[in-house]
C-alpha cells in the first residue's frame, strides 16, 4: 500500500438549480464510492445561486451558499470549478476566471460552448487549466468520450441524432396522447427538462448547440448557429404524425452533421425530420436522447439514454469531475484527451447550405375547389421539384383541405424558392409546412 498522503480536493458549484442540487446530492451519496476508487478526499466546498432566500430540494449548510459566483471561480482553495449557471454572460465570466487560474472547469453549457468555445480552449490552454464538458452534450449519453476517445481512429462521414430531451417528449406525447402542443410544453418544464428560455428548446437552438459541440469534436470546426440551417417543431401538428404514419415515417428533431471527404465539405443543420419507422432512433421517445455515429473505421456505432433531467445530467458531471480529480491527483500538466485539438487534421469547409439534398414533405392548407392541385404541381414542376405522393385529408376549416406532398428528392434551394411561390398562390390558406425526410437505415 502507498504510503502517500490522501489529497483533499474542493469542488465549487456555481448554480445550484436542477443540474447543481442533482450533482451535489449524487456527489454526496456517491462520496465514499468515489474516493476510495480515485484516493482523494472530495469537499464540495460551496455553491452559488442567484436567489439566497429560494427553497431548494437538496439542503445544503447557509455557510456554504453565496450569491457570488465569481468568488468560488477565484477561491484560491478550490480546485475544480463546475459552472451551471446557464447562459452566456456571468456563465462565461466564471469559466475564463476559474480557466485563468489553472482551475479545472466542469460545465453543462452547450450554448456557451458554441458561442466561446474557441476563448475558453484558448485560455485554458494558455493558463494549464482544462474544461470538460460531458454533460453539455446528450444529457446522460458519455458521447463526448466517445467520440473523443472510442471513435479516435475514424474519420466521422455522418453523424445525426436527436439532442434535445424536451423536443422528444413533446414530440412524444403529441404522437402518442394526441395532447396539444402547450401542454406536453409545461409538463416538460415540470420535470426539469427545458432550457430557462424554453424557445432555446422547440425552436431548434440547444440542438443547433449540440451539433456545434459535436462538429467541433469530429470535425475540428467551430460552427456557429448563423451558419446552420435550425428549424424548430412548434408548427408540427397531430395531423403530421399521423400523416408520417400512412407514409411509414415517424417525425423527429434531428441534428445531422454529414462530411464528404472528397469534396472536404461538412454540412451542420438541425430539422424536424421523417425517420422511416424501422430505424431505431425513431423509436426512440420521450426524454431519451440518441446518436447515430458513422465512422470510416468503426462503422456506425449508436448510443441512447436519457437526454436531459436532473440525475442524467448529474451523472455526466459527476463523470468530469472525476476525470478532473485523477488529472488533479497525477499532477495537473499531465496530458489529458481533452488538451487533444479535435477534428481528423485535414482543413475542411461548410458546404453552401441551399445545396443540401433531401426528400421533402410539404403540408399546404387550401380552398377545397377545382384546379388547385393542378396550380400546386405546376409550380412544384417550374422549380423542377418532382412529386412523389399526395394525400389530401378534410381540414378543420370550412371549404379547406390540407394536402401533403412528397418529393423526390432535390436541394434546398429549389424547395425553399417552390414553397415561397405556393405561399404566394390565392387558394393557398397558411405558410406551408417543410419537413424533411431523412432516408437513413441506420
Ligand atoms: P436552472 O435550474 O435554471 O439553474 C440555474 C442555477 O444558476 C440556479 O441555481 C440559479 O440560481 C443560478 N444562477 C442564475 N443566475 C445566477 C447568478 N447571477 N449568480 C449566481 N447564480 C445564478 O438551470 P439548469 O437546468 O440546472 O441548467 C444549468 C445548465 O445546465 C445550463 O447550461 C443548461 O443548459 C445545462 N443543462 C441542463 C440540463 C437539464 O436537464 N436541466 C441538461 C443538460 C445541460 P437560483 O436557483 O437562485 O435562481
Ligand atoms: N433543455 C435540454 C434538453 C437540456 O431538453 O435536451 C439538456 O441539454
Known amino acids: 500500500m502507498s504510503n502517500r498522503p490522501v489529497p483533499t480536493i474542493n469542488i465549487g458549484i456555481c448554480g445550484f438549480g436542477t443540474v447543481g442540487q442533482g450533482v451535489w446530492k449524487h456527489l454526496e451519496r456517491a462520496r465514499p464510492a468515489l474516493e476510495a476508487r480515485l484516493g482523494a478526499k472530495l469537499v464540495l466546498a460551496r455553491a452559488a445561486v ?3 432566500r429560494k427553497k431548494r430540494g437538496v439542503k445544503i449548510p447557509a455557510a456554504k451558499l453565496t450569491a457570488d459566483a465569481l468568488s468560488i471561480a477565484t477561491d484560491p482553495n478550490i480546485a475544480i470549478v463546475c459552472e451551471l449557471i446557464g447562459g452566456t454572460d456571468l456563465a462565461r465570466e466564471v469559466t475564463l476566471a476559474a480557466l485563468s487560474l489553472g ?62 430531451g424536451t423536443c422528444n417528449y413533446i414530440l412524444t406525447q403529441m404522437e402518442e396522447r394526441n395532447s396539444p402542443y402547450a401542454e406536453v410544453l409545461g409538463d416538460a418544464k ?45 408548427r408540427i401538428t397531430p395531423a403530421d404524425f399521423r ?55 468503426v462503422g456506425t456505432t449508436l448510443y441512447i439514454g436519457r437526454g436531459a433531467g436532473q440525475d442524467a445530467t448529474a451523472s455526466a458531471v459527476i463523470s468530469d469531475i472525476a476525470d478532473a480529480v485523477a488529472l488533479i491527483s497525477h499532477g495537473k500538466g499531465a496530458h489529458h484527451m481533452s488538451d487533444v485539438v479535435p477534428g481528423t487534421g485535414e482543413a475542411s469547409r461548410l458546404a453552401p447550405p441551399e445545396r443540401v439534398r433531401s426528400r421533402y414533405y410539404v403540408r399546404l392548407s387550401v380552398k377545397d375547389q377545382p384546379g388547385v ?36 428528392e432535390s436541394d434546398e434551394r429549389a424547395i425553399r424558392a417552390t414553397l415561397k411561390n405556393l405561399a404566394g398562390l390565392a387558394s393557398v390558406l397558411e405558410v406551408p409546412l417543410l419537413l424533411r425526410i431523412g432516408d437513413f437505415n441506420d
Not at 479545472?104 to 490552454?125: D, P, Q, W, Y
Open 50 to 52: 442567484r436567489d439566497l
Open 103 to 164: 482551475k479545472i472547469v466542469v460545465s453543462a453549457n452547450k450554448a456557451l460552448i458554441c458561442a466561446h468555445g474557441a476563448e475558453i480552449f484558448a485560455t485554458a490552454r494558455k493558463h494549464g487549466g482544462h474544461f470538460f464538458f460531458e454533460a453539455s452534450v446528450a444529457g446522460g449519453i458519455p458521447i463526448i468520450k466517445a467520440l473523443r476517445e472510442g471513435l479516435v481512429a475514424n474519420r466521422f462521414t455522418r453523424i445525426y441524432g436527436i439532442l434535445n
Open 190 to 234: 415540470r420535470l426539469g427538462y427545458a432550457e430557462a428560455d424554453e424557445s432555446l428548446d422547440v425552436d431548434g437552438w440547444d440542438t443547433a448547440h449540440k451539433a456545434s459541440v459535436l462538429t467541433w469534436l469530429a470535425h475540428g470546426l467551430w460552427v456557429k448557429t448563423d451558419r446552420m440551417l435550425v428549424e424548430g417543431i412548434s
Open 373 to 408: 392541385l393542378a396550380r400546386v404541381a405546376s409550380v412544384m414542376a417550374r422549380h423542377h421539384v418532382s412529386i412523389a405522393s399526395v394525400i389530401q385529408n378534410p381540414s378543420e376549416r370550412d371549404g379547406a383541405a390540407s394536402l401533403v406532398l412528397t418529393t423526390h
Open 243 to 297: 400523416n408520417a404514419a400512412t407514409l411509414g415515417f415517424r417525425i423527429k428533431l434531428l441534428a445531422v452533421i454529414t462530411r464528404d471527404f472528397t469534396a472536404n465539405e461538412l454540412s451542420v443543420r438541425v430539422q424536424p425530420t421523417l425517420l422511416p419507422k424501422a430505424n431505431v432512433l425513431a423509436n426512440v421517445n420521450g426524454v431519451f436522447n440518441a446518436i447515430s455515429v458513422t465512422g470510416d473505421v
